[in-house]
C-alpha cells in the first residue's frame, strides 16, 4: 500500500504551542537527528524541506519519526529559491512534494503566497484537504504594505495567515503587533519581524496576537536573519509565560550585540517571580527608542552608548546624583507616561572599590570623560575620594574635571604617580581585548578597576596582575548597577547572588563560544 492510501490525518490541538522551532539538515536523517534533540523541549516542529537537495529522500524518514512520536506537531516547508528558500523546482512540484509530506504526517505546510498565487487551484484545495494550510508571505527588506498584502493573501482560503517582514528600525515591530492586534480576532495570524532590531515581535508578538513565533534549532542553525533559539526563547525570555500584564524592560544602545543584561534581568526577575520580560533594544535613534518607549510600551530601560546623555533632556525629570553627572542609564515609566532618570552606575563603581579599599581619602584616576567615567568622577568625589581625571580628548576630560572639583592630569604626569585605584571608564579594549587605554609602566595603583566585561581578560586586565595589583573585573560593575536597576523598577531587594551566578555562567558561555569560533577558523 501506498503511505497515502494508509495516512490518516492527525488532528490539530484546538491551542497550538507557542513556539515552533525550525530544523534543518543536507538529509532526511540529519533532519531527524535535529529533531530528536529538541522535540522534549519543544514538540512542534518545522521541517525545512528545501535544505536537503532532493527534498522527497527525507520524507520516509521524516514519516517514521512522526509515527515514533504521535504527539509531535510538524510543519512542512519546502520554500522556493526566488522566495528566499532553497528548493529550485517548480510551483507544482513544491506544491506536490507538500502533498507527500501531509501524506506522510505532517499536519501543516507552509506555502508562500507568491506560490500559491501560481498554483493550480484544484492542486492547492488538494493540498488543504490533507493539511492545514499556513499561507506566507516574506519581505526581507523592510516592514511595509502589510494591508495591501493581507488583502492579496485573504483572497487565497487558508488556515493560517503568516507575514514575515524585516524590522529596520525598533518602531517596525509596533507596525508590524498593531498589525496583528487588528487581525487576530477575525484571522489565526503568525507574524514577527526578522533581524536584530526585530527582537521584541519575536517575543511580545505572541500576545499581541501571533499564534505562534519561530524558533531555532540550536545557535547557527538558524533560518531567517535575527531568529532566536527555542531554549534561549523558553529559559530566557519565558515565552510561555508572556502574557497581557507582562512589564516590557529593556537595554538600548547602539551597538548591543554585546550586552548580558537581558540573561542577568530575566533571571532576576524570574528569581523574584516578578511578570516582566527584559530584551535588547538596538536603537539606531533615539527616536525610534522613544517610539517604542511609548506605543509598547515600556515600563523601564537600562541606557547605554550612545544615548545616556541626550536622553535626559526627553526625561520629565531626574534624581539629583544623575542631574549632577549629566548621565542617565536607567529610566522607569511612570504610569502617567512620564519618564524619570536614574543613575546606577554609580552603584556599580562604588560598590566594588568599597569591598577592596576605604573610599574616604583615596587616590583615583579615572580613565575617560563619557557617561560611565561621570558616574564613576561624581561619585567617588561625593565619597571624599582625591580624584584624578585623564582622557584621550584633553577639552573633554578637563571639562569634566572641573565641573566635578577633580583634577585634570596630563598624560605626560602619568608615570610619575602612584595611586590606589584607578577605572578605566572608556571601551578601549572592548571585543578583541588587545588594546589598553594604558602603557605598562603607567599602571601604577593598588586596585585596577577594569568596566570592560567582553573579553574578561583585556590587555589592562593582564598589565594590572602583572604588577601585582588587584583587578575587579568589568562583571562586578555590571551587576551591582543591574541590582540598583532592579530595585528602582520593581521595588524589591535585587537577588544579588542569583544575579551574580547567571552573569558568570553567560561570560563562560560566551568565552566557550569563541573559542569554538577561533577553533573553527584554524582548522
Not at 89 to 95: H, R
Not at 354 to 363: T, Y
Not at 455 to 466: D, S
Request: charged share 25%; proline share 4%.
Amino acid at each position: 500500500m501506498t503511505a497515502t492510501a494508509t495516512y490518516v490525518p492527525r488532528l490539530l490541538p484546538p491551542r497550538l504551542p507557542r513556539i515552533c522551532v525550525a530544523i534543518t539538515g543536507s538529509s532526511g536523517a540529519e533532519m531527524v537527528a535535529r529533531a530528536q534533540a529538541v522535540v522534549r523541549d519543544n514538540p512542534f516542529i518545522e521541517f525545512r524541506l528545501d535544505y536537503i537537495r532532493k527534498p522527497a529522500t527525507g520524507l520516509p524518514r521524516i514519516k517514521a519519526f512522526l509515527e515514533y512520536h504521535p504527539d509531535v506537531l510538524a510543519i512542512a516547508t519546502c520554500r522556493r529559491a526566488v522566495n528566499g528558500g532553497k528548493f529550485r523546482g517548480s510551483v507544482a512540484a513544491e506544491i506536490a512534494l507538500l502533498t507527500r509530506a501531509a501524506a506522510h504526517g505532517c499536519q501543516l505546510v507552509d506555502l508562500e503566497l507568491a506560490s500559491a498565487a501560481k498554483a493550480d487551484p484544484e492542486d492547492l484545495s488538494r493540498l488543504r484537504s490533507q493539511a492545514a494550510l499556513i499561507l506566507s508571505h516574506h519581505d526581507f527588506k523592510a516592514t511595509r504594505k502589510l494591508e495591501q498584502t493581507f488583502e492579496k493573501m485573504r483572497a487565497i482560503p487558508a488556515d493560517f495567515y503568516k507575514l514575515v517582514t524585516t524590522a529596520k528600525c525598533l518602531a517596525d515591530n509596533v507596525t508590524m503587533m498593531k498589525f496583528l492586534e487588528q487581525k487576530a480576532e477575525k484571522y489565526s495570524m503568525v507574524g514577527v519581524c526578522m533581524g536584530e532590531q526585530g527582537i521584541i515581535s519575536r517575543v511580545l508578538g505572541v500576545r499581541a496576537g501571533s499564534v505562534f513565533t519561530f524558533a531555532a534549532a540550536s545557535a547557527g542553525e538558524e533560518t531567517a536573519p535575527g531568529q532566536i533559539t527555542g531554549r534561549t526563547l523558553l529559559d530566557v525570555y519565558r515565552l510561555n509565560l508572556v502574557d497581557a500584564a507582562t512589564r516590557v524592560y529593556g537595554v538600548a544602545g547602539d551597538p548591543i550585540e554585546h550586552s548580558l543584561s537581558p540573561h542577568i534581568m530575566n533571571a532576576a526577575f524570574r528569581r523574584e517571580s516578578v511578570n516582566a520580560v527584559y530584551l535588547a533594544l538596538h536603537a539606531r535613534t533615539l527616536t525610534d527608542l522613544l517610539t517604542c518607549v511609548r506605543d509598547i510600551p515600556i515600563h523601564g530601560l537600562s541606557i547605554t552608548m550612545p544615548y545616556k546623555e541626550v536622553i535626559l533632556k526627553h526625561l520629565d525629570n531626574t534624581d539629583a546624583v544623575t542631574a549632577k553627572i549629566g548621565a542617565c542609564n536607567t529610566v522607569i515609566r511612570a504610569q502617567d507616561g512620564k519618564l524619570y532618570g536614574f543613575n546606577t552606575d554609580v552603584a556599580g563603581v562604588i560598590r566594588p572599590l568599597e569591598q577592596r579599599l576605604p573610599i574616604g581619602g583615596a587616590k583615583v584616576l579615572v580613565l575617560g570623560a563619557g557617561g560611565a567615567a561621570r558616574a564613576a568622577v561624581f561619585g567617588l568625589k561625593e565619597r571624599h575620594a582625591e580624584v584624578y581625571v585623564l582622557n584621550r580628548t584633553p577639552t573633554a576630560g578637563k571639562r569634566l574635571a572641573k565641573q566635578a572639583r577633580a583634577r585634570y592630569l596630563r598624560r605626560s604626569e602619568l608615570k610619575k604617580m602612584q595611586f590606589d585605584a584607578i577605572v578605566n571608564a572608556t571601551p578601549v579594549g572592548m571585543g578583541s581585548g588587545r588594546q589598553s587605554p594604558l602603557k605598562d609602566n603607567e599602571v601604577n595603583a593598588r586596585v585596577v578597576f577594569e568596566m570592560v566585561y567582553v573579553p574578561a581578560e583585556t590587555r589592562l586586565v593582564k598589565q594590572a596582575r602583572a604588577r601585582g595589583a588587584q583587578v575587579i573585573l568589568g562583571w562586578e560593575m555590571l551587576i551591582h548597577q543591574a541590582a540598583r536597576q532592579f530595585e528602582i523598577w520593581t521595588g524589591k531587594p535585587a537577588p544579588l547572588d542569583e544575579i551574580q551566578r547567571t552573569m558568570l555562567r553567560a561570560l563562560e558561555a560566551r568565552a566557550a563560544a569563541e573559542k569554538g569560533k577561533k577553533k573553527k577558523k584554524r582548522k
